[in-house]
């Protein structure tokens, strides 16, 4: 076990399930993706735990609420984070999580509904 790893709880939302624990070595967010037993799911919700020891709190483990999804293929850089689609399409939600309204399922490639961005 790495000095900066922590624990983690995996929590599938819905149906709610624990999944496991695991340790990492970085602090998952929505939107980012992370695979558990050949498995890879979205993270939908990040919940810290800390613990108080002489001198203040520190974080002691991470729970992590997620759902089954595909990795995205299609990813674009916006201010600095990675958004799901392409991010000239008008219709982009410009989301960690959300492709666009009109398509959420993807691909932004050959979809009937891109539309460039003025």
């Known amino acids: 076990m790495k000095a900066d790893s922590l624990m983690t709880e995996v929590i599938l939302t819905h149906p709610h399930q624990f999944l496991g624990k695991i340790q990492l070595d970085w602090r998952p967010q929505p ?3 992370i695979e ?3 498995q890879t799911y979205a993270v939908l919700e990040s919940h810290h735990h800390y ?7 520190c ?3 991470i729970s992590l609420y997620v759902q089954i999804a595909q990795p995205p ?3 674009s850089l916006l201010d600095g984070c990675w958004i799901v689609g392409d991010i000239n399409c008008r219709f982009n939600a410009n989301s ?3 492709r666009c309204a009109v ?3 993807g691909p ?5 509904f891109f539309d460039i961005k003025n």
């Open 108 to 112: 932004c490639q050959n979809c009937r």
């Open 36 to 38: 558990l037993a050949g």
């Open 51 to 57: 613990r108080y020891q002489i001198g203040g709190y």
């Open 96 to 98: 960690e999580i959300l």
């Open 73 to 75: 293929t299609e990813k």
């Open 103 to 105: 398509n959420p399922e």
């Open 59 to 61: 974080l002691n483990k």
């Open 31 to 33: 939107g980012n993706y």
